[in-house]
């Protein structure tokens, strides 16, 4: 059975960081693209951030600069590095797995995690 389980999250002030967590398990991690996700309340499900197999990334706009996408294959672990925080950046987090050709579009993942929140307060 796959399971993502999302961890680091929590409630930092503007400026501020976190470091997300994305541990895999029941599959072969480093076959799987990976990415994160946000949503927040009465939001769409917003595409974050993007990492290949090979370790090519790929980041929304918004993120651009400020947040750093990793996996450590050896430890079936995904992460997100989000620097100078902002409060639009106020969401849950979700990590999702995925095999084909997925990157953007969170339709095409395959697996999901239980996400974990992050508030940035002014």
């Known amino acids: 059975q796959v399971q993502l389980v999302e961890s680091g999250g929590g409630l930092v002030q503007a400026g501020g960081s976190l470091r997300l967590s994305c541990a895999a398990s029941?599959?072969?991690?480093?076959?799987?693209?990976m990415g994160w996700f946000r949503q927040a309340p009465g939001n769409e499900r917003e595409f974050v951030a993007f990492i290949s197999q090979t370790a090519d990334t790929y980041y929304a706009d918004s993120v651009k600069g400020r947040f750093t996408i990793s996996r450590d294959n050896a430890k079936n672990t995904v992460y997100l590095q989000m620097n100078n925080l902002k409060p639009e950046d106020t969401a849950v987090y979700y990590c999702?797995?995925?095999?084909?050709?997925?990157?953007?579009?969170?339709?095409?993942?395959?697996?999901w995690g239980q996400g974990t929140q992050v508030t940035v307060s002014s």
């Open positions: 999702a797995a995925d095999r084909g050709g997925a990157v953007m579009n969170h339709r095409l993942y395959d697996y």
């Open positions: 029941g599959l072969t991690f480093s076959r799987y693209r």
